[in-house]
């Protein structure tokens, strides 16, 4: 069950080559996210990204009146250079799924950048947030002017 759904784009003077060449590379990703909560990464898989490519995140997350210091990992489950990345978080908290996207497409001269962010909280989650509207109102709210704010970076730094 997806409990929250949002997708953003933006087109970037760019080939889709380079802009893959950075949304792919995790170490640049504290620079890339938008939301001011990722403190660092680390690869735990050597080698260029591709599916199985694994990494470890420390995050700095407001969750309504809580704050919480957390390590999550992640796995690369779709690699196609240049177009599609995305890779699935896994927080310790009792969120079923969260996945992310990168798709990158030409357009014109340049590539349009489709960032998408779903989430499944699962029961227990669901009732932590308080349900799917309230996670929605709040913690999705957040998550969605962060991926807005991602994409700015991401314009800057191609």
């Known amino acids: 069950m997806v409990d929250f759904h949002a997708v953003k784009e933006v087109v970037i003077d760019a080939s889709p080559e380079a802009v893959f060449s950075i949304v792919s590379d995790f170490s640049k990703h504290r620079e890339l996210a938008g939301s001011g909560e990722l403190v660092s990464v680390r690869l735990l898989t050597q080698g260029p990204t ?27 489950v ?32 340049g590539t349009k950048v ?18 799917t509207q309230a996670y929605n109102d709040t913690r999705g709210a957040d998550v969605i002017a962060g991926m807005e704010k991602t994409l700015q970076n991401l314009k800057g730094m191609v």
């Open 50 to 76: 591709d599916i199985g490519t694994t990494i470890e995140a420390d995050e700095s997350i407001d969750l309504g009146d809580e704050h919480m210091d957390i390590t999550a990992k992640a796995v690369v």
């Open 78 to 109: 779709a690699c196609s250079p240049p177009n599609t990345l995305s890779w699935v978080a896994v927080p310790p908290l009792p969120i079923r799924r969260i996945q992310w996207w990168f798709n990158l497409s030409a357009e014109g001269s």
């Open 114 to 131: 489709v960032h998408e962010c779903e989430v499944d909280l699962g029961e227990e989650a669901r009732a932590m947030f308080g349900g």
